[in-house]
């Protein structure tokens, strides 16, 4: 018994994909735009997190999931110094955005539990073919 439909899969996969490119287009505008400093560099910390946390939505990981949730957290703050540093970012606001969104559509479709029971399955399904092939 599989827990992910199809369109569940492919759910997981174009949210990721698309939050992967919106993050990777905040990497790129920091680096265009950056002044080389430790708070940039931290910036460009929290953005690989944020694509990082997206590659493994895509790829339907359990641990996409915390991720995601540590990465809206870093976004947040980052969008609140951007507001002190009197700077303005679209893109990182809807990134942002777009992560408060995922997360909700995630937890509303109850994808991490989905996605839990798909590995646990995987899983003991690996096991029960080791055992008879051993």
């Not at 265009?32 to 990082?52: D, E, G, R």
């Not at 679209?90 to 408060?100: E, G, R, T």
């Amino acid at each position: 018994m599989e827990y992910l439909t199809e369109s569940e899969e492919s759910f997981c996969e174009n949210i990721g994909i698309f939050g992967v490119l919106i993050s990777a287009t905040c990497l790129f505008q920091a680096f265009v735009f950056m002044i080389p400093h430790w708070i940039t560099y931290l910036i460009i910390v929290v953005y690989i997190l944020s694509i990082t946390a997206f590659v493994l939505l895509a790829k339907k990981s359990t641990i996409a999931f915390p991720l995601i949730i540590s990465s809206i957290v870093l976004l947040l703050a980052l969008e609140v110094f951007m507001f002190i540093a009197l700077a303005f970012s679209l893109v990182l606001l809807m990134l942002l955005v777009y992560s408060m969104v995922t997360i909700v559509l995630l937890l509303l479709y109850e994808m991490p539990k989905k996605i839990r029971k798909q590995k646990n399955y995987e899983k003991a399904e690996r096991e029960r073919w080791d055992s008879i092939l051993n």
